[in-house]
C-alpha cells in the first residue's frame, strides 16, 4: 500500500510562491491563469499486511501535527493499494 498527501495554502492564506508561478506564467505567455497554489507532495510506502484504518488514523494525526501547518494549510491523504 501507498500513502499519497497533498498539502495546499489554504484559500485565504497569501501564496507568494503561488503568485510568483502565476506571474512568471503570464510572463512567458501562458494566459488565462487566474491563479497558482503551490503545495507539497508526499508518498509514503507502507509496509506489506498494514491495517488501512490504523494506517489512515496514524497519517492523519502525523499530517495535522508535523506535514503540514494547519493553521495555514489543508491536506488530503489517500491510501492506495
Known amino acids: 500500500m501507498k500513502a499519497k498527501i497533498i498539502i495546499t495554502p489554504k484559500k485565504a492564506v ?3 510562491q503561488g503568485k510568483t508561478v ?5 510572463h512567458m505567455g ?8 503551490v503545495g507539497k507532495y508526499l508518498e509514503i510506502d507502507l509496509a506489506p499486511g498494514t491495517d488501512k484504518a490504523t494506517a489512515e488514523k496514524a497519517l ?3 499530517a495535522h501535527r508535523f506535514l503540514s501547518n494547519p493553521v495555514i494549510e489543508d491536506y488530503k491523504l489517500e491510501i492506495v493499494d
Open 14 to 16: 497569501l501564496d507568494p
Open 22 to 26: 502565476q506571474n512568471a506564467l503570464a
Open 30 to 37: 501562458y494566459t488565462g491563469v487566474t491563479g497558482v497554489h
Open 60 to 62: 492523519n494525526e502525523a
